[in-house]
Nanobody, 120 residues
Framework: VQLQAYGGGLVQAGGSLKLSCAAS????????MAWFRQAPGKEREFVAT????????YYTDSVEGRFTTSRDNVKNTVYLQMNSLKPEDTAVYYC??????????????WGQGTQVTVSS
């Protein structure tokens, strides 16, 4: 499956952004989807995951209550709504498709990443 993430940009602290990730090539609804991020000089980290049906979602503690992931299996798109953004949310955000979980090795398919920059 091919993934294309978009929607990143520059936003002030406290603001919001909505990332999208469009999938093509294989049956989108076969896969759990996840968002990861990588800040400069840091390892890639898990942000959120959503089940193939959209019925369950899990978040890393630092974004719980601020970020929401959702999916539309008709549009083959997964979303990450990010509210109350903080400078420490600055990173390249990646979407990924696979069997689920919080480890990157559970996701064989990755998008190219979209930059999110939060200014203080």
């Amino acid at each position: 499956v091919q993934l294309q993430a978009y929607g990143g940009g520059l936003v002030q602290a406290g603001g919001s952004l909505k990332l999208s990730c469009a999938a093509s090539g294989r049956t989108f609804s076969n896969y759990d989807m996840a968002w990861f991020r990588q800040a400069p000089g840091k390892e890639r980290e898990f942000v959120a995951t959503i089940s193939w049906s959209g019925g369950s979602a899990y978040y890393t503690d630092s974004v719980e209550g601020r970020f929401t992931t959702s999916r539309d299996n008709v549009k083959n798109t997964v979303y990450l709504q990010m509210n109350s953004l903080k400078p420490e949310d600055t990173a390249v955000y990646y979407c990924a498709a696979g069997s689920g979980g919080k480890r990157s090795r559970g996701y064989p398919y990755w998008g190219q990443g979209t930059q999110v920059t939060v200014s203080s």
